[in-house]
């Protein structure tokens, strides 16, 4: 993979200038388009209250520390909203709508006008290409397309940088791995859960790494471990890059990292990003994990001013060598929603996750499982283990128990009851994998 880059004049390593802003002109640009997003937004009826009380407008915005006089977003705001509430636009001028999946409540409609379009493609271009996409290469889309802005966001974000899709959609693995096989496919777009999915598939079918075409992968949509990131790696042969978006502020797009892998970058231009504590809503110290909180900077059909996103990362200053100026973020620890507090210990699933992938042997399948059968709490993980480290012999899987115990304690700080899962018993998932159920009922304690 290192040819792909060294073979490059300089100046072709960045889709867009943008990249490379001082930072001093990116936060000019960042102040005159919070201004006008101001201007945009308070007449709306989720906002009209703050505005009409406070008087503010775009021209009280007088530097971006002045974000913190804006008001927050929450989801529960915009379902107040459904389905044309937030709206920037009227009816006639939307090009499209997306949305989250709304599996509990009704789901969150975002707009796009055609410029929006235009901008999310080139955004997502930028990412792509950051990671070593170019004209000349063929791309496998195994999202799925739909509502949900993973499969168009990345399908328009390649054409824009001019290579070829296979808009493949997610599911039907054996049929991903012909395609992968037949077409030569150089690039794979999925959750990186169904990615997995699809390299240990290609393992067992007795396929070899080099047998394949591949040689990068975008995922997003869900957290993931840099554990899980050399596994897949190395059962595809490839590098395999994060990309990070939220329907309600756009989609796939808002950070994707660079080839060196270390962090995504930020896109400043069009997002203004906080990371703030949960609960006191005071900004954290630098290095120290938070709540993304995002302005739309650049969207016309619908913009959040303070979107509380859930996710919990860490922002990271540092200049970083690819040359590219924004400010990165870590990848994502959680969603302060999926975080349990378990014995009063914090629990992310990704936790869980990275310790699974220490042991040898065991997959990345897994559930959590929480009850409160009296007044303890009990935490249950299942985890499917390889066929080749399965055995009837209660000797032999006592090892793998006692060293994934170990890890899981090392990791999360619990003592948690364990199952292991004979081989391809564990439910795999073609888009956003589900790993915790809490069936604890919180509400009445
Ligand atoms: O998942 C957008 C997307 C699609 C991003 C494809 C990247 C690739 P939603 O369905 O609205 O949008 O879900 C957004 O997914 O708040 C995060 O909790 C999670 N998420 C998205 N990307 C990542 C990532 C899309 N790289 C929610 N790592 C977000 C961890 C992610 N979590």
Not at 92 to 117: C, F, N, V, W
Not at 172 to 199: C, E, K, V
Request: hydrophobic residues 35%; proline residues 5%; charged residues 25%.
């Amino acid at each position: 993979m290192a040819q792909l880059f060294e073979n490059l004049p300089f100046e072709n390593l960045y889709w867009s200038q943008m990249e490379t802003l001082p930072r001093e002109e990116m936060r000019i640009l960042q102040l005159e388009r919070l201004r006008k997003t101001v201007d945009r937004v308070r007449h709306l009826p989720m906002y009209q209250e703050f505005f009409e009380k406070t008087k503010l407008t775009g021209d009280d915005i007088r530097s971006l520390d002045d974000i913190r006089r804006l008001p927050f977003t929450t989801k529960t705001q915009l379902l107040e909203q459904y389905p044309f509430g937030h709206f920037l636009i009227p009816r006639h001028e939307i090009a499209r709508i997306h949305g989250s999946s709304g599996t509990k409540s009704k789901p969150t409609l975002m707009a796009y006008t055609q410029k929006d379009l235009e901008t999310w493609a080139n955004l997502c271009a930028r990412f792509l290409y950051a990671g070593g996409l170019r004209s000349n290469h063929l791309v496998q889309v195994s999202f799925g397309y739909g509502l949900f802005t993973g499969g168009f966001g990345l399908h328009y974000g390649i054409e824009c940088v001019g290579a070829g899709i296979l808009p493949a959609a997610a599911g039907n693995t054996p049929r991903q791995i012909m395609f992968m096989q037949d077409l030569h496919t150089d690039g794979l777009i999925a959750t990186p859960s169904y990615a997995m999915n699809i390299a240990e598939t290609v393992r067992d079918m007795g396929i070899k790494p080099e047998e394949l075409s591949l040689k990068f992968a975008h995922f997003g949509a869900e957290a993931w471990t840099e554990e899980m990131r050399q596994k897949i790696q190395e059962l595809l042969g490839i590098r395999a890059y994060n990309n990070y978006g939220l329907s309600e502020i756009l989609g796939p797009s808002i950070s994707g990292e660079c080839y060196l892998q270390n962090g995504m970058h930020i896109q400043e231009d069009n997002f203004l990003v906080e990371c703030l504590d949960p609960d006191t809503l005071e900004p954290v110290p630098e290095g120290e994990p938070g709540e993304l909180v995002i302005t739309n900077l650049n969207k016309e059909a619908t913009s959040m001013l303070r979107y509380r996103t859930r996710d919990i990362a860490i922002l990271d200053e540092s200049p970083c060598p690819c040359g590219r100026t924004t400010r990165r973020m870590g990848r994502i620890i959680g969603r302060s929603d999926d975080m349990v507090v378990v014995r009063g210990v914090n629990l992310f699933p990704t936790q869980v996750e990275e310790a699974l992938l220490r042991v040898e042997g065991v997959t990345p399948h897994f559930l959590i499982e929480i009850d409160r059968p009296g007044t303890m709490d009990e935490v249950t993980v299942t985890v499917e283990i390889l066929p080749s480290h399965f055995s009837d012999k209660m000797s032999e899987m006592e090892e793998v128990r006692r060293k994934i115990l170990h890890q899981i304690q090392i990791v999360t700080g619990l003592r948690v009851q364990l199952k292991l899962a004979a081989p391809q018993t564990m439910e795999r998932f073609i888009g956003k994998a589900k790993r915790l159920i809490d069936r604890r009922d919180l509400h009445h304690i």
